[in-house]
């Protein structure tokens, strides 16, 4: 599956954006579907994820209250809704797949290229 990620920008602090993440191929609804995130000079963490379905999602405590990801498996499309930002909020933002829920870094198989979002103080 290949993943391409967008929608990321400069946003003050307390907005909202959406970034989302489109796939290719015809398995998408096979694969968990996971939002890192990586702030220069810092490791790549997992923000949120979502299994199969949609049904089951995980928030690193970090975002909890304020992000929200979710999938279309018929439009093979995963987006990571996020309000009330703060200026730690800033990295790039890369979709990820993979077969294991929420898994970690290395049990996403397929990354897409990151876009990045800024949260101005």
């Known amino acids: 599956v290949q993943l391409q990620a967008f929608g990321g920008g400069l946003v003050q602090a307390g907005g909202s954006l959406r970034v989302s993440c489109a796939a290719s191929g015809r398995t998408f609804s096979s694969y968990v579907m996971g939002w890192f995130r990586q702030a220069p000079g810092k490791e790549r963490d997992l923000v949120a994820s979502?299994?199969?379905?949609?049904?089951?999602?995980y928030y690193a405590d970090s975002v909890k209250g304020r992000f929200t990801i979710s999938r279309d498996n018929a439009k093979n499309t995963v987006n990571l809704q996020m309000n009330n930002l703060k200026p730690e909020d800033t990295a790039v933002y890369l979709c990820?797949?993979?077969?294991?829920?929420?898994?970690?870094?290395?049990?996403?198989?397929?990354w897409g290229q990151g876009t990045e979002l800024t949260v101005s103080s």
């Open positions: 990820a797949a993979g077969p294991v829920f929420p898994g970690d870094e290395g049990m996403y198989s397929y």
């Open positions: 979502i299994n199969r379905s949609g049904g089951n999602t």
